[in-house]
Each structure stands twice: as structure tokens, then as C-alpha cells.
């Protein structure tokens, strides 16, 4: 079975600073994980995935996350924030292909000018 | 590509009556996913199917929920009755051979 916890329900940082979402993962097979943005009254959108390969991946927006299995992390960062980057950040695991996405309760990000 | 389509976009119903939620994949795509928002449970997976086939309904919170793929261009999720408590935002989401998903905008569900 999968699961994902996100550390922090809401991070707020300053325009231009460091962006830190983080995210744990458990799995009994080798995961598949993913990264979600949802903008107010929308449905989510994919920012970034993890599949096999090269463990730090990039994504759309500048965004990029790594997959650390000793750690069983897949944490999410963005050298410099902007406004347009607030937004609620869901990460989401699967096992085997074929299965569904398990979601994490998902971080809202604040960006203060 | 239009994308997922969810209709409708909202929905205000009174506790009791059936509501039916739609939703259309993205041609190609052969899997589909019903997917329930709330704050307080966040982003619960209700069902999914494979080909038109229900691969695990385990998520579905009671006999009163009901999901339907006839064929690979439409699926429904109908509560009858529905409750209050399924006040929600219930999304749809489609998917090719690889791992991405491209949701819908979602139907926001009132039960009074």
C-alpha cells in the first residue's frame, strides 16, 4: 500500500525567496511520485513526475524536485518564489502501473510581496 | 484537445433527491478516475477503471454512490439519495499509458 504525508499545511515565504514543500512517501514497491498545483476553482494540474531515471526531476514553473530513497522523500523547491506560485501543492504516489494516485492533504503556499 | 470535461460545473440539490455527476476523458485515454475534495479528508479516490472496467470501487463511501463507464468516451457517479455530508468537490480525471493525470475543473456538489 501507498501513502504520502506533507510537512506543513501552509508555508508562506517572500517574493524571490526559497520554496521548500515537502513531502514522504511509503510505498512496498517502488514508487511513482508526482507533484499537483490547484489554483482556487480549478481542478490540479501536473507540475512534475518521478517515474525511473535520473532522480532529480524538473517540472513547468521552474519547480523541480528529487527523489531520495533513503529518505523517502520527494520534497518540491523553486530557487524564487513569485506571486502567481500561490497556490495549494498536492503530492501523490502510485505503486505498480495501472493504480491509482494516493494524494497527500496537500500545502498551501503564500507568496508575500 | 479539450481536455477533461465535468458537467456540471455546479450543482445544488436538496437532501434526498439524485444527483448524477458526468464526466468525459480525453480521447486516448484509458483509464479514469473519480476523485472527492474536501477540507476536512482532502483528495479522496472514490474509483477507477481500466478499459471501461471498474478496477477498485473501495473508496466509494456507501451503496448510495454508483459509478458507470459504458463506454470510453463517458462515465457518471450518481448519489441516490444524496446527504448533506456528500457536500464536496468531486473531480474527474483521465489518463494515457503513462503515469499523468489531466483532471477535470470539478463539479461542486451542495446537498441541503
Known amino acids: 500500500a501507498q501513502s504520502v504525508t506533507q510537512l506543513g499545511s501552509h508555508v508562506s515565504v517572500s517574493e524571490g525567496a526559497l520554496v521548500l514543500l515537502r513531502c514522504n512517501y511509503s510505498?512496498?514497491?517502488?514508487?511513482?511520485l508526482f507533484w499537483y498545483v490547484q489554483y482556487p476553482n480549478q481542478g490540479l494540474q501536473l507540475l512534475l513526475k518521478?517515474?525511473?531515471?535520473?532522480?532529480l526531476v524538473k517540472g513547468i514553473n521552474g519547480f523541480e524536485a528529487e527523489f531520495k530513497k533513503s529518505e523517502t522523500s520527494f520534497h518540491l523547491t523553486k530557487p524564487s518564489a513569485h506571486m502567481s506560485d500561490a497556490a495549494e501543492y498536492f503530492c501523490?504516489?502510485?505503486?505498480?502501473?495501472?493504480?491509482?494516485?494516493?494524494f497527500g492533504k496537500g500545502t498551501t503556499l503564500s507568496v508575500s510581496s | 484537445d479539450a481536455g477533461v470535461i465535468q458537467s456540471p460545473r455546479h450543482e445544488v440539490t436538496e437532501m434526498g433527491q439524485e444527483v448524477t455527476l458526468r464526466c468525459k476523458p480525453i480521447?486516448?485515454?484509458?483509464?479514469l478516475f473519480w476523485y472527492r475534495q474536501t477540507m476536512m479528508r482532502g483528495l479522496e479516490l472514490l474509483i477507477y477503471?481500466?478499459?471501461?472496467?471498474?478496477?477498485?470501487d473501495s473508496g466509494m463511501p456507501e451503496d448510495r454512490f454508483s459509478a458507470k463507464m459504458p463506454n470510453a468516451s463517458f462515465s457518471t457517479l450518481k448519489i441516490q439519495p444524496s446527504e448533506p455530508r456528500d457536500s464536496a468537490v468531486y473531480f474527474c480525471?483521465?489518463?494515457?499509458?503513462?503515469?499523468?493525470?489531466?483532471f477535470g475543473s470539478g463539479t461542486r456538489l451542495t446537498v441541503v
Open positions: 477503471f481500466n478499459n471501461n472496467v471498474p478496477i477498485d
Open positions: 510505498s512496498s514497491v517502488p514508487p511513482y
Open positions: 501523490a504516489v502510485s505503486g505498480k502501473a495501472g493504480t491509482a494516485l494516493i
Open positions: 480525471a483521465s489518463r494515457p499509458e503513462d503515469y499523468g493525470y489531466t
Open positions: 518521478y517515474t525511473t531515471g535520473a532522480t
Open positions: 480521447s486516448g485515454h484509458n483509464s
